[in-house]
């Protein structure tokens, strides 16, 4: 059987999707991103509106 030269083949070699690196943001953090997302996506739509006057 052909397998890709970096598939894991021991269970030794699998890493858990799941690390504290990985974990979903604290509540307090997920306004704070999402703030800063509608703020990003403002500034970029209005810049974007103001190159096709």
């Not at 858990?16 to 306004?31: G, I, R």
């Amino acid at each position: 059987m052909w397998r890709h030269a970096n598939v894991p083949v021991t269970p030794q070699e699998v890493v858990p999707m799941s690390s504290p690196a990985t974990a979903p943001p604290a509540p307090n953090n997920l306004k704070r991103i999402v703030a800063a997302s509608l703020i990003g996506t403002t500034v970029e739509w209005y810049d974007d509106s103001s190159d096709r006057s």
